[in-house]
């Protein structure tokens, strides 16, 4: 691992600071070891550090530190189950990493949000009626994309206006036959919002 670390493509430092980079993350991967608690006290120490990144007066820095946070902290945190701290950090580097994408997504999703109607429940609502309707029995929920994974769409030519997947809905069955049961359903369903 802490090959592959000292490997990564997208920073490019100094190989003295490379060296001390390897050797800290050599002595976290040994502390590890012994107790995972280590892990968890440097995701949240490096999530802290990534929510006062934008006080660092280089932006040469705040990006190379956002790179490594992509690179390392966030398929680590992944990795153990944090999807939470993994969300936030990577929200944390699409600022950094490219401002102009964060930019337009946080205006779309201000726009979306300002909507007299709150789009999430009409939908759920309709896709429970369209399976009570095929007598299958369903859980369904609705959540917006985390910003990082709109940020990824964005290419400077995109139209946010035009952007429709911003909104993800899960459906929940029983069974694996009644989960192509339900594909079929809403394979086949024109009103849907």
């Not at 201000?110 to 009570?132: G, H, M, N, V």
């Amino acid at each position: 691992m802490v090959y592959g670390v000292t490997k990564l493509s997208h920073i490019v430092e100094p190989l003295t600071e490379w060296g001390k980079h390897a050797d800290d993350f050599r002595k976290l991967l040994i502390a590890m070891s012994s107790d995972i608690c280590v892990l968890l006290v440097k995701l949240a120490d490096h999530l802290h550090n990534m929510q006062t990144l934008h006080h660092l007066p280089s932006p040469e820095k705040r990006y190379l530190i956002a790179r490594e946070t992509m690179d390392v902290y966030v398929p680590l945190a992944e990795r153990i189950g944090l999807q939470d701290i993994k969300n936030m950090l990577e929200n944390l580097s699409l600022f950094h990493l490219t401002p102009e994408a964060y930019d337009a997504v946080i205006s779309r999703l201000k726009f979306l949000r300002s909507a007299p109607e709150d789009l999430i429940l009409p939908t759920e609502a309709e896709i429970k009626k369209i399976f009570q309707e095929n007598n299958l029995v369903i859980t369904v929920s609705g959540r917006e994309k985390p910003l990082f994974n709109l940020g990824k769409k964005y290419n400077g030519k995109t139209y946010f206006e035009q952007l429709s997947d911003i909104i993800a809905f899960r459906v929940f069955v029983e069974s694996v036959e009644n989960c192509y049961q339900a594909l079929g359903i809403l394979h086949t369903a024109n009103n849907i919002v």
